[in-house]
């Protein structure tokens, strides 16, 4: 049985609220137009959240909280990823929590 560690284990239950106000974070994912630029499996337009679950821990959930909210730059090359609200509407901080441990569950 592989050890867990703690600060994951705290992580991860503290994504819990967030995961149940957004059961269903795949079409969430769809209707804050995440999919416009990123698929699940494949590389499209940017990262498919296959590779970005692959590059990223448990212990990254906050750095994917900021950017799925801020946006960000060159952290896969030239293409940057726009804030929140700018194809659709914005993510709340609990959206984005739920949207995070989605991606990171796609390994």
């Given at each position: 049985?592989?050890?867990?560690?703690i600060p994951a284990l705290c992580l991860l239950l503290a994504a819990l609220p967030a995961l149940a106000d957004h059961?269903?974070?795949a079409q969430l994912a769809k209707s804050k137009q995440c999919l416009s630029c990123h698929a699940v499996d494949t590389q499209a337009y940017a990262p498919s959240f296959k590779d970005i679950a692959r590059r990223h821990s448990a212990a990254d959930t906050g750095l994917l909280v900021r950017?799925?909210?801020?946006?960000g730059r060159q952290h896969w090359g030239e293409v940057a990823m726009p804030r929140t609200g700018t194809l659709g509407t914005p993510v709340t901080?609990?959206?984005?929590r739920a949207l995070a441990a989605w991606v990171l569950s796609q390994k």
């Open positions: 049985m592989k050890a867990v560690s059961p269903d974070a950017k799925i909210r801020a946006g901080d609990a959206e984005a």
